[in-house]
């Protein structure tokens, strides 16, 4: 992750989160499609276009010029296309974002639902660009898939760091809510306790008070009562 990708997909997470990492598909996936799009719809037709006088009287110059205008821009949005359909890893969560130019569908999962992470592929042809399916499954809810992912191993090890890192965190902030709510009740009892013996102070007699005195002296050792 460079920092324009860190830039340019900050805005689709929380201010309070911080972003661990961009997955994206597989390169090939865009090379593919281009390279197959790139001879159909440019190669071929140029080819075609100049080395035929007869097509060129039939279709004018500048339709062709709009035509290949066209398939530029095709290009571009294919890469565009690409480029934001990613997997965004935040310390918290997992953000699947799928933005086009003219839609964003974005969810989230966080990673105290994730059950397990799975990988998966479709052919041999995959194993040989490193090339599988992501699959995170979530707690009693629908899975999330990022297809033809790279390097998925990777990522796989990073999730689970940051999921193991995430229980830990939780369990010392239990452990910290226990001690605080058994301080509080520690403090409210003395308190309690405190109050109550004010209270019994304050409503004995002077003769009671002198009986009470009285006692404590026979504890002592020595003490001789001469009453």
């Known amino acids: 992750m460079n920092s324009f990708e860190k830039k340019f997909f900050k805005n689709y997470i929380p201010?309070?989160?911080?972003?661990?990492?961009?997955?994206?598909?597989?390169w090939i996936n865009i090379?593919?499609?281009?390279?197959?799009?790139?001879?159909?719809?440019?190669?071929?037709p140029?080819?075609?276009?100049?080395?035929?006088?007869r097509i060129q009287s039939l279709l004018p110059f500048w339709w062709f010029e709009i035509y290949l205008f066209w398939i530029f821009f095709k290009i571009i949005y294919d890469i565009?296309?690409?480029?934001?359909?990613?997997?965004?890893?935040?310390?918290?969560?997992?953000?699947?974002?799928?933005?086009?130019?003219?839609?964003?569908?974005?969810?989230?999962?966080?990673?105290?639902?994730?059950?397990?992470?799975?990988?998966?592929?479709?052919?041999?042809?995959d194993s040989l660009f490193n090339k599988w399916n992501l699959i995170v499954h979530k707690i009693w809810e629908d899975s999330f898939i990022l297809n033809n992912a790279s390097n998925p191993f990777y990522w796989i090890d990073m999730i689970e760091k940051i999921r193991s890192k995430m229980e830990e965190e939780n369990e010392y902030e239990e452990e910290d809510r226990f001690e605080i709510i058994m301080d509080s009740l520690n403090w409210v009892v003395k308190e309690y306790l405190w109050k109550e013996s004010i209270e019994q102070k304050?409503?004995?007699?002077?003769?009671e008070e002198k009986n009470e005195i009285a006692e404590k002296i026979k504890l002592k050792k020595w003490t001789i009562d001469l009453r």
């Open 15 to 26: 201010i309070w989160q911080s972003i661990k990492e961009i997955i994206h598909e597989h």
């Open 80 to 125: 565009f296309d690409w480029y934001n359909d990613v997997w965004i890893i935040t310390d918290k969560w997992i953000v699947d974002l799928d933005r086009s130019l003219f839609q964003t569908n974005m969810k989230t999962i966080n990673f105290e639902n994730i059950e397990w992470v799975e990988v998966d592929q479709s052919s041999i042809v």
């Open 202 to 207: 304050l409503n004995k007699t002077p003769e």
């Open 46 to 53: 140029v080819f075609l276009y100049y080395s035929s006088e």
């Open 31 to 44: 090379l593919d499609k281009l390279f197959l799009f790139f001879w159909l719809f440019i190669f071929i």
